[in-house]
């Protein structure tokens, strides 16, 4: 049980964001859910990458024991790269989506997504 609270997390982080993005009307709450769902898919990948009793892959700061069952004691790299290059990403996607909300408040005067729709027609 406890070899899955991590997956367990994710789970309830993505439903957590989904339920913003589907539910709720205003743009910027709709943005954080968003941003909620990339944190679960973040939190997905470092969890993939989890080895029990692994270290990182960096081998000047590796204990001796550990330099001598080189590779199986240390974590598996490609996933924390993944995660990282995920969390670059997802700042300019933020950045993005914030100035588009800036762009539509300026527009339509609102940030409820029904009256942006009424406004357009």
Do not use: C, W
């Not at 001598?68 to 969390?87: E, G, K």
Request: hydrophobic letters at 55%; glycine letters at 6%.
């Amino acid at each position: 049980m406890m070899m899955n609270f991590p997956f367990i997390a994710v789970v309830i982080i993505i439903i957590i964001g989904l339920y913003a993005v589907i539910f709720r009307k205003n743009l910027i709450k709709i943005v954080i859910g968003i941003t909620i769902i990339e944190s679960g898919v973040n939190l997905f990948l470092i969890t993939l990458g989890y080895r029990e009793g692994g270290v990182a892959p960096i081998y000047t700061s590796a204990p001796s024991e550990v330099i001598r069952n080189v590779p199986s004691s240390m974590v598996f790299p490609v996933p924390q790269a993944l995660t990282l290059t995920s969390i670059v990403i997802g700042v300019a996607v933020l950045a993005l989506m914030l100035s588009l909300v800036m762009h539509i408040y300026k527009q339509y005067g609102s940030l409820d997504v029904s009256k942006i729709r009424r406004l357009k027609e």
